[in-house]
T-cell receptor
Framework: DTGVSQDPRHKITKRGQNVTFRCDPI?????LYWYRQTLGQGPEFLTY????????KSRLLSDRFSAERPKGSFSTLEIQRTEQGDSAMYLC???????????FGPGTRLTVL | GESVGLHLPTLSVQEGDNSIINCAYS??????FIWYKQESGKGPQFIID?????DKRQGQRVTVLLNKTVKHLSLQIAATQPGDSAVYFC???????????FGKGTKLSVKP
C-alpha cells in the first residue's frame, strides 16, 4: 500500500457523459501526477501539480480534460463529453521529492460505452 | 513511450530460477530510472531505482543494472517466485518536470 488512494476504482459511463475522479496523495509529498494507461501499454503522462499549481500538461490532455488540486492536497481529474477512446486506467502518482520516486495509487478504471 | 522500450513482451521462467528483464532507452540525458511491477487491476508498484551515476544497485532479491554506453537497463530477480508473476515496466525520468516515460512492459510468468 503506497498511501495514495483513488476513487472510484471503477467507473462505467455512457458516451457524452462527464466523469470526475479523485486522488488523495500522501500529504507530505508535494508533486502529484496523473497518467493514463490503456490495455497492454505503459502509463502515459497527462499532467502534474506542484502544490496547487498545474505546471505541465501533455498533448494527450485535450480540452475535454481538466485537472485541479485546489488546496495542494487531493486532486480531481474531470473528463467532459466522454468518448469511447477515453476508456483506460487513470493513475495518480505522488512523488517523494527527496528521492524523485513516484508512488502510484490503485487507479480508476474507466469504461465508456 | 517512444524513448523507452523492452526487448521481450513475455518471459516464462521456472519457479526458483533467476529472471532477467531487459529495457532499452533512447534519451541519453535521462538521469533516473525506475522498475515497476504491475499486477492485474492494480497500479504500478515501485521495485527499485537507479541513478545515472551508478551502474548497479541491489535490493531484496532484485538487482538493477544500467549500461549507459548502450542505453540499456535490466532487472534481475533471484529465485523467482509465483508471486513475482506480473507485468514489469521500466521508466525513465527526463527533464526537470519529473514525469516518467514508460516502456510497454514485459509479462513475467512463473511456472511452479
Amino acid at each position: 500500500d503506497t498511501g495514495v488512494s483513488q476513487d472510484p476504482r471503477h467507473k462505467i459511463t455512457k458516451r457524452g457523459q462527464n466523469v470526475t475522479f479523485r486522488c488523495d496523495p500522501i500529504s507530505e509529498h508535494n508533486r502529484l501526477y496523473w497518467y493514463r494507461q490503456t490495455l497492454g501499454q505503459g502509463p502515459e503522462f497527462l499532467t502534474y501539480f506542484q502544490n496547487e499549481a498545474q505546471l505541465e500538461k501533455s498533448r494527450l490532455l485535450s480540452d475535454r480534460f481538466s485537472a485541479e488540486r485546489p488546496k495542494g492536497s487531493f486532486s480531481t481529474l474531470e473528463i467532459q463529453r466522454t468518448e469511447q477512446g477515453d476508456s483506460a486506467m487513470y493513475l495518480c502518482a505522488n512523488e517523494d521529492r527527496a528521492a524523485d520516486t513516484q508512488y502510484f495509487g490503485p487507479g480508476t478504471r474507466l469504461t465508456v460505452l | 513511450g517512444e524513448s523507452v522500450g523492452l526487448h521481450l513482451p513475455t518471459l516464462s521462467v521456472q519457479e526458483g530460477d533467476n529472471s532477467i528483464i531487459n529495457c532499452a532507452y533512447s534519451n541519453s540525458a535521462s538521469d533516473y530510472f525506475i522498475w515497476y511491477k504491475q499486477e492485474s487491476g492494480k497500479g504500478p508498484q515501485f521495485i527499485i531505482d537507479i541513478r545515472s551515476n551508478m551502474d548497479k544497485r541491489q535490493g531484496q532479491r532484485v538487482t538493477v543494472l544500467l549500461n549507459k554506453t548502450v542505453k540499456h537497463l535490466s532487472l534481475q530477480i533471484a529465485a523467482t517466485q509465483p508471486g513475482d508473476s506480473a507485468v514489469y515496466f521500466c521508466a525513465e525520468n527526463e527533464g526537470s518536470q519529473g514525469n516518467l516515460i514508460f516502456g510497454k512492459g514485459t509479462k513475467l510468468s512463473v511456472k511452479p
